[in-house]
């Protein structure tokens, strides 16, 4: 085992398994959209260690996490979870205890919704 002090940030993000390839970990360092430390990165090449906090988006949410461990290698998710400390989890999701909304329902062969039917929908759904 190597004794290593700090590890590149793409090959960090592919180790923790944020990412599925270390192109996809390059990609979103470039972008420009992630933090180290509040400061903003777009090189794949900066060095990460213990202690850190990173936040960049993925997904819908915005992952905030403190850096644990380096990691040797991209193993199993029980492993990469150990890498980090989530500081800020994305929401919960809907549980089998919550409702669930009511579904719509057309009668079967009534064909698709006019533009009207659409418009009615839309301002039943809120949307």
């Known amino acids: 085992m190597t004794d290593r002090t700090s590890i590149r940030i793409d090959k960090w993000l592919w180790h923790a398994r ?3 390839t270390r192109s996809l970990a390059a990609k979103l360092c ?9 400061e903003h990165i777009s090189k794949s090449h900066q060095a990460l260690r213990p202690g850190d ?3 960049f988006p993925l997904g819908p ?3 905030v996490v403190k850096i644990v461990a ?4 991209r193993g199993p998710a029980a492993e990469a979870k150990t890498l980090y400390e989530d500081l800020a989890p994305p929401e919960r999701r ?6 669930r909304p009511a579904k719509l329902s057309r009668e079967p062969g009534s064909g698709r919704p006019t533009k009207s039917e659409r418009r009615a929908i ?3 759904m809120n949307r």
């Open 53 to 55: 906090v990173l936040t």
């Open 70 to 73: 380096l990691g040797e290698r």
């Open 122 to 124: 839309d301002r039943l």
């Open 30 to 38: 470039q972008g420009g959209k992630l933090r180290l430390n509040g």
């Open 18 to 20: 944020f990412v599925k």
């Open 94 to 99: 809907r549980g089998a205890s919550e409702p």
């Open 61 to 63: 949410h915005i992952r």
